[in-house]
């Protein structure tokens, strides 16, 4: 620290012009003054010897700070005693003269001594100065946030990574703890492994996360190595900090997406085992329908009835089986929204107790669109919003441009339980669902359809008032889109 200080104040010094100028005049007064003790030495106490001492005050002045550049002082000083004492003083003897020859000398050797250590010494600070900005730059260029604590566990370094990720200033991090900073901490995290790099002396590695602020949480790869003192003793450790948040991010998409192959493939044997089953139940109905038409059994009807509906509603899951385990790219041709959303009303069967409110924009232009895959885009948010109103409730269905007037938007609402908070980034998932039926495949294959057309589909709902799902389509495809199809 004080070798840092002292660097410091030299380049102050070699950058400050005024400071520059005040060492002038002090080193010009501290000579005239010389001149005068010596003038005052010779001439009025005609005596070589006394006052010399003085001599050396410039000349150590000038070894300081001009370094082997002292010597031309001390040269002047040493001529300017030895001249006035061999021509002014009387009855000099060859002794004294000797003396004050030796004297001369004695300049010049102290101005060389000092001159050349002091030019050493500054060659030495440059050289730890260029080396210290070096390593400045060095970890500022770092992608990674670095950091050096001492051993109370406090930042004394921090490299601009840190700032940026984290936005903050130099000042507000220097000499915090590092549980502070990132734990926002009052104590020592009881897994801290700094105590056993500060005793054992050996890098130590591993992964930290870190909650950040809306419930954002970052992951990070830290590595701890100590900085040894010439002793051989920890003074301080470097601690290396790398975000892998986002390699995370790719290990979980990963293995979601193989996890996801997998069942793909399994739904599809799957499926293709029960369509025949289920073909054989339907024809077996029909048969039986047609041989008990003139029996007035209620009750068979009727069971024959829900046969038929439970077969039916079995194909659609196997539909949607098959759909997400083959899901397929949409064949882009003109596509009439608010027709498709009639056909899908017509086609399901909506109970007595809900009402369904339509406001389809005639204005809405025809777009490109794989018109199958709009029609289960629709048909599965309808039959998701009746569902939710068990109860009855209103189901309000609409169409219109968006403010850009780049996209057609599609809004279902519907007023029944609504969905909680926690479970809202999840509707979307494969396989999730609060429904004591089906396999929660409908609004994944609707995100899946709606993705494909370059669209977006997003969700509303509060608990007790309902929910209202937005669908998106760009009315105008990319060239590259279309041509593709």
């Not at 809306?214 to 992951?219: A, D, E, F, H, L």
Request: proline share 3%; hydrophobic share 40%.
């Amino acid at each position: 620290m004080q070798l840092k200080k002292q660097s410091n104040l030299m380049i102050e010094n070699e950058l400050n012009p005024k400071l520059e100028q005040r060492k002038k005049l002090t080193l010009i007064i501290t000579i005239i003054a010389c001149v005068i003790i010596n003038g005052y030495s010779t001439f009025i106490l005609a005596k070589e010897i006394v006052y010399t001492h003085f001599f050396y005050i410039p000349i150590i002045l000038a070894g300081l700070w001009y370094h082997k550049k002292a010597i031309y002082i001390a040269a002047f000083l040493g001529a300017l005693h030895v001249l006035t004492a061999f021509f002014f003083i009387p009855d000099l003897s060859a002794l004294r003269f000797f003396e004050t020859l030796q004297r001369a000398a004695i300049f010049l050797t102290v101005a060389y001594v000092i001159g050349y250590v002091s030019e050493k010494r500054a060659n030495a600070e440059k050289k730890i100065i260029i080396e210290r900005d070096r390593s400045q730059k060095i970890l500022s260029a770092i992608g990674e946030a670095v950091y050096i604590l001492d051993p109370g566990l406090n930042i004394t370094e921090v490299n601009r990574t840190h700032l940026k990720m984290f936005d903050m200033k130099i000042e507000e991090v220097i000499g915090m703890k590092c549980y502070e900073l990132f734990f926002n901490g009052k104590e020592i995290c009881q897994d801290c492994p700094l105590t056993d790099v500060f005793n054992g002396g050996k890098c130590v590695r591993m992964e930290r996360s870190i909650p950040l602020s809306r419930g954002v949480t970052k992951y990070f790869d830290v590595i701890f190595c100590p900085l040894f003192d010439e002793k051989g003793n920890v003074v301080e450790v470097i601690c290396d900090v790398r975000d892998v948040t986002k390699q995370k991010e790719m290990e979980k998409k990963l293995a979601h997406s193989e996890r996801l192959a997998a069942i793909g493939e399994l739904s599809s044997g799957v499926a293709h085992e029960l369509r025949q089953p289920l073909g054989v139940i339907n024809n077996s109905v029909y048969f039986i329908r047609k041989k008990l038409e003139d029996i007035a059994q209620e009750k068979v009807k009727r069971h024959l009835t829900i046969l038929e509906k439970e077969v039916k509603h079995a194909n659609l899951l196997i539909i949607d089986l098959l759909a997400f385990a083959r899901f397929e790219e949409p064949v882009l041709k003109d596509c009439n929204i608010n027709q498709v959303v009639e056909e899908v009303l017509f086609s399901i069967e909506i109970p007595p107790k809900i009402e369904v409110k339509k406001e389809l924009k005639e204005s809405i232009p025809i777009i490109l669109a794989d018109t199958y895959q709009i029609q289960r885009v629709c048909f599965n948010l309808i039959s998701n919003a009746m569902s939710a109103m068990l109860e009855g409730g209103n189901l309000e269905i609409r169409t219109d441009k968006d403010k850009d007037g780049e996209n057609i938007v599609i809004s279902i609402a519907d007023t029944g339980e609504g969905i909680p908070e926690e479970n809202i980034e999840k509707v979307f998932e494969p396989f999730f669902t609060t429904k004591a039926r089906g396999f929660g495949l409908g609004l994944s294959l609707c995100k899946k359809y709606v993705e494909a057309h370059r669209g977006r589909i997003g969700i509303e709902s509060e608990v007790g008032k309902g929910t209202t799902l937005i669908v998106k389509l760009p009315i105008n495809q990319p060239v590259s889109f279309k041509n593709k199809n």
